[in-house]
């Protein structure tokens, strides 16, 4: 892995006194440019620009002889390295060069818990990993993403920089022939929402006047999950254990669906009773979501608890009691705290949702620069 930030391939960069919505394409397209035209030189094959909040899959319907898309080739998702021997074999057998995905959105809503820990061992938490959690498809067509063969595209076709930063090359990666939906791309991206805490971490400038802003996008796709589920990505972790040994796999997911800066709730002796666990000050959060009228929250310290392991009524209660401290001493109630697996928090969060107080009781820890004990 290679960390490029801003000094190592943004030459110009714009002063303050400019449209945050401008810089932000600005450097996505910049980055492009620089990154392909390293690759290249490096001789580089395949090359995508995507998020982290989104897994390609090869589309299903590549299996079924009686689909037109139907490949010969077409391993699955358990199988290591299926996407780079799909992309091969099209390259060598087809002169395939760049394909178009469709990205599939998934929706905020979520499933029974026994779907979403389905295959997953005890060991892990289901409902800390994106893959596993959110089933529920809400839009199939949010703008494709390209996937393309960096030895067939002459250096003279990477530009400064470019229009779109997900369709980079148009002489290769063209409209013509090139699906835009799920349902009928060779390859699929599986765009994931997340928890609201994971969907407003990335406080970029996409926040500006010319977006709705995170929160709003969160509330638009809530509700709108489909009524079937989609489990095409779940294979991956059974195979992913078994191709490890369950230790690797338990230090290599270890903080999975964790935002940066989390910081674990062990470091806090005892659970709560007179006092939560620790104090933030400066909270990143800035409970959004109770902050929204700009009538609360300005200046005042943030608390968390320890999130109980035991069932949803201990835990709420804690909650709660947390909740009436922090009310009494001027606080905001940030949440429940916990690195240990919670087996009973989905369950808990449905009980909290169903009785209309999930604005006010939620699971989240404070960042780590920003937490205190006490």
């Not at 030895?151 to 930063?165: C, E, G, K, M, Y």
């Not at 010319?210 to 294979?235: C, I, V, W």
């Not at 009773?273 to 009228?293: G, H, I, Y």
């Not at 240990?340 to 699971?363: F, K």
Request: proline letters at 4%; aromatic letters at 10%; glycine letters at 6%.
């Amino acid at each position: 892995f290679e960390l490029w930030n801003d000094s190592y391939y943004f030459e110009n960069h714009p002063g303050q006194d400019v449209d945050l919505q401008e810089v932000n394409l600005a450097r996505q397209q910049t980055f492009i440019a620089k990154c392909m035209q390293e690759y290249k030189r490096r001789n580089h094959s395949w090359v995508i620009f995507t998020d982290t909040d989104e897994f390609i899959a090869i589309n299903p319907r590549t299996r079924r002889q009686s689909h037109e898309l139907y490949r010969e080739c077409s391993p699955p998702i358990d199988q290591p390295g299926s996407i780079l021997q799909f992309l091969r074999h099209e390259q060598e057998t087809r002169g395939t060069v760049c394909f178009t995905m469709g990205r599939l959105q998934y929706s905020p809503d979520e499933s029974p818990l026994s779907q979403v820990e389905k295959n997953v061992p005890h060991y892990l938490n289901a409902s800390q990993f994106l893959t596993l959690r959110w089933l529920r498809p809400a839009d199939n067509l949010v703008g494709p993403k390209n996937i393309l063969f960096l030895r067939a595209v002459d250096t003279t076709l990477i530009p400064s920089n470019f229009t779109h930063q997900h369709r980079v090359v148009y002489e290769k990666c063209g409209k013509a022939g090139h699906a835009w939906h799920e349902e009928n791309s060779l390859l699929q991206v599986h765009h994931f929402l997340g928890t609201l805490e994971q969907h407003e971490f990335r406080n970029d400038a996409r926040q500006s006047r010319q977006h709705a802003g995170r929160n709003e996008r969160f509330r638009k796709y809530r509700g709108m999950g489909s009524n079937e589920t989609r489990e095409d990505l779940r294979p991956w972790i059974k195979a992913f254990i078994s191709m490890v040994g369950k230790q690797e796999a338990i230090r290599l997911l270890g903080g999975v669906g964790r935002t940066e800066g989390w910081v674990s709730a062990d470091t806090h002796a005892g659970r709560f009773e007179d006092e939560p666990c620790c104090v933030s000050t400066s909270a990143k959060r800035e409970m959004k979501e109770r902050n929204r009228n700009g009538k609360l929250g300005a200046g005042r310290d943030v608390v968390y608890s320890v999130a109980r392991t035991d069932r949803s009524g201990a835990a709420i209660a804690d909650m709660l009691l947390a909740h009436a401290y922090a009310f009494k001493n001027n606080m905001i109630y940030g949440g429940a705290c916990s690195q240990a697996y919670l087996p009973h928090q989905r369950s808990t969060e449905q009980l909290i949702e169903a009785v209309g107080l999930q604005d006010l009781l939620q699971y989240a820890c404070p960042m780590a620069s920003d937490a205190s004990e006490k």
